[in-house]
């Protein structure tokens, strides 16, 4: 903490001329301009500055706040903190201790520093000479010895990297091969679709009802062959904040037989029930693959 500075009151002092004319009325007034700011200054070493050298309180003594030029070997930056310092060195000594970092290699003995005095690891590379390299014990690699980078992939052996060494979220979009995820990869109910309709298709037209489903934002619909596994057609329709089908939404579902360039049924969604026309095929006496609906939400 510095001392109190001394300010004048004006703080322009005698050549503020409001307080000091240049032309005192009388003697007496000439007097106390000239004895004004040196009351001015007595007060402020008598009352101010003297008391704060005088101080002997803990962090308010003079000499906390009389600073001190860095000395060599001591720490502090006024009076007290470079006194208080030496002193804790000195009792130090006194005690048979010794400062830290006071013992330089010019101090040492030869031969002085025996193996049970070495920290264990403390001997690293740089500090031994050329011709001498420091081996690594089996086992002795850890984590934190290996540096950002340094694990390269033709370090890595073929089979290595087991499911139990990918972290949770590891393996991102980037990392998979186009084509890569088949269908025997993906797991039951993996694209979150619940089956909400699997009905067979009537020879002509028909209409199938179809509920609301809540809380649902989308419906995906399919027409399949008639044992339910090849898809021949679908398309994805959304739904309303009610979860109802949006009206009006015409489809096409294709598909090509052997005997038929192009096999299709209109599809027309309603708001709460699925229309469905004749199959091309039978209209033209021929036999139709497209004899299944299923429904799927989200």
Same mark, same amino acid.
């Given at each position: ?136 014990? @089996? ?87 008639? @044992? ?71």
């Amino acid at each position: 903490m510095a001392f109190t500075k001394m300010a004048f009151s004006p703080p322009d002092g005698l050549n503020n001329t409001s307080t000091y004319p240049a032309t005192p009325a009388s003697e007496a007034a000439a007097r106390a301009q000239v004895q004004d700011p040196l009351d001015q200054l007595k007060t402020y070493i008598n009352e101010t500055l003297i008391p704060q050298l005088e101080a002997t309180a803990e962090g308010q003594s003079g000499a906390h706040k009389i600073g001190s030029a860095e000395i060599s070997g001591v720490t502090g930056e006024n009076i007290y903190a470079q006194i208080e310092n030496l002193k804790a060195q000195i009792d130090g000594v006194s005690q048979g201790a010794v400062p830290d970092a006071s013992i330089t290699n010019a101090k040492l003995a030869a031969d002085a520093v025996e193996t049970d005095n070495i920290k264990n690891g403390a001997v690293t590379q740089e500090k031994l000479s050329d011709d001498i390299e420091l081996g690594v014990e @089996d086992g002795a690699v850890t984590t934190a010895k290996l540096a950002d980078g340094s694990v390269t992939a033709d370090k890595i052996d073929t089979g290595a990297v087991t499911a139990g060494k990918i972290g949770i979220g590891a393996v991102t979009e980037d990392k998979i091969g186009i084509g890569a995820v088949t269908k025997t990869k993906l797991a039951q109910n993996a694209l979150a679709w619940t089956l909400v309709l699997d009905e067979a298709l009537n020879t002509g037209s028909g209409n199938i009802s179809m509920a609301n489903q809540a809380g649902k934002s989308e419906m995906l619909i399919q027409l399949r062959s008639s @044992d339910g596994l090849a898809v021949y057609g679908s398309v994805t329709a959304p739904l309303n904040s009610e979860g109802r089908t949006m009206p009006y939404m015409h489809v096409f579902c294709a598909y090509s037989p052997a005997d038929y360039s192009v096999d299709y049924r209109m599809v027309t969604v309603g708001t709460a029930q699925i229309s469905y026309t004749s199959s091309r095929a039978e209209t033209l006496g021929g036999s139709t693959n497209l004899k299944r609906i299923c429904v799927f939400v989200r």
